[in-house]
């Protein structure tokens, strides 16, 4: 199973076990990081491209992609901001965001980042997201401004809620493909799962 998959996100994998990604030929990760969510779509063939604003990040998945898919051009796989991503109107079959826009520094730098990776997918495809959220742990975290909060596991994340994230897919003009899930990991942070299909 690792060998197939690698390390991919449960609720990814759980997204390409449902068929989600059958149909589907490009698809960018936005964030990438080292390309845990990478190995199955590199094994498969999928026009696959990435980004990530960490240089090291970006050249441990050109060498992955390499051994995996050695006709993948690695100009494929560059250094970017997730808030301007270096692709056309309408490029992506699928964008995968995994674990970062919890990164955003406010609220309309999550704006930018959700509306980029949005202006480069395909009317039809999918936005997969798994970001933190302040839903079931409300209570528990602490604001320090500009929609950041400090967590009880001691780490500071943008958080979404679930009323803002049904409120940004009717701006989108989306569609949730799934209710929005939420993981409470002990009370100590909460991962949210935004699975979104634009219209067209």
């Not at 960018?28 to 779509?41: E, H, K, P, S």
């Not at 959220?133 to 001691?154: K, N």
């Not at 994340?157 to 679930?162: A, M, N, S, T, W």
């Not at 003009?173 to 699975?195: E, F, H, S, Y």
Request: net charge negative.
């Amino acid at each position: 199973m690792r060998e197939a998959f690698g390390d991919i996100d449960i609720y990814l994998f759980d997204q390409l076990l449902r068929g989600r990604f059958d149909g589907v030929r490009t698809v960018l990760d936005a964030g990438c990081g080292g390309g845990r969510n990478l190995v199955y779509l590199l094994r498969r063939g999928f026009d696959l491209h990435a980004v990530d604003r960490d240089a090291a990040a970006v050249e441990q998945v050109r060498r992955l992609a390499a051994e995996l898919a050695p006709d993948l051009p690695p100009e494929n796989v560059r250094v970017a901001q997730v808030d301007a991503l270096p692709f056309a109107d309408s490029a992506m079959d699928a964008v995968i965001s995994s674990a970062v826009l919890h990164f955003a520094a406010d609220e309309a730098h999550f704006g930018r980042m959700v509306d980029e990776m949005w202006r480069v997918l395909r009317p039809g495809g999918m936005l997969f997201a798994r970001l933190a959220s302040s839903i079931g742990i409300e209570a528990r975290v602490r604001p320090v401004g500009a929609g950041r909060y400090r967590l009880p596991d001691g780490s500071e994340r943008f958080l979404v809620d679930e009323a803002g994230l049904l409120a940004r897919t009717e701006a989108l003009g989306g569609v949730l493909l799934d209710p929005i899930k939420t993981t409470n990991v002990q009370n100590l942070r909460a991962m949210t799962t935004w699975v979104v299909r634009k219209a067209g």
